[in-house]
């Protein structure tokens, strides 16, 4: 399938074809044994409707203290690798950029959402950042590298991966909602973000 770009964005529509997605899954649910979801706050104390893990050396992490990057998940324990054919996208979509040092794992509900942010807590900004989505599609809405102006959304559906590099590195991005029941991926339903960060 031949990529779209919106603006910046690199859109890759069915990367990931279903029995790709279903090992993804599976993997994904090794990692949450060892590293499980937590419902994130921010740091003015606000619970993040997504609830997070990571793979890779770093973990993103969020609560009162701030946002950053951390070596271990908050019960302590180092999170796990990042599976091996998410190093494989990565080797194949952004051959040139550095290995991704952290995958951030979010878990939408049907109720779920992120509103709009830009990722800048990487030390190295000219890194890509690539997102893939598994389960329930999801409203992208992509703007500009300042908050405000015109956006532009797309429909994110299961095995989709996104590209944001150059200009959509910077860009300010969010998830307006998700549509319930639009994927039979993941049993009981919700949506699984993955994004790959290169983080020092
Ligand atoms: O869920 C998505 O598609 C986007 C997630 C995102 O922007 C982030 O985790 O920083
Ligand atoms: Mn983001």
Not at 56 to 81: F, M, N, Q, T
Not at 146 to 172: H, I, P
Request: glycine share 8%.
């Amino acid at each position: 399938m031949t990529a779209l770009r919106i603006r910046d964005f690199e859109i890759h529509p069915g990367y990931f074809a279903p029995d790709a997605q279903a090992q993804l899954v599976a993997d994904l649910r090794d990692c949450l044994g060892q590293a499980p979801l937590v419902q994130p706050v921010t740091p003015r104390g606000t619970p993040m409707s997504v609830r997070m893990s990571s793979a890779g050396a770093y973990g993103w992490i969020s609560d009162r203290k701030g946002y950053r990057y951390e070596r271990l998940h908050p019960s302590g324990v180092p999170w796990p690798p990042i599976p091996a054919e998410l190093l494989a996208m990565w080797q194949d979509l952004v051959p040139d950029a550095r290995a991704p040092e952290c995958c951030l794992i979010n878990w939408y509900d049907a109720t779920a959402k992120m509103g709009m942010h830009q990722d800048r807590d990487e030390a190295d900004l000219s890194q890509p950042v690539v997102s893939v989505s598994l389960g329930d599609e999801a409203l992208f809405r992509m703007g500009n590298a300042t908050r405000g102006g015109k956006t532009e959304s797309v429909w994110l559906k299961s095995g989709d991966v996104v590209v944001m590099g150059g200009e959509a590195r910077r860009a300010y991005h969010g998830i307006d909602r998700i549509r319930p029941n639009s994927s039979t991926l993941l049993p009981k339903g919700g949506r699984i973000n993955l994004t790959l960060r290169v983080v020092t």
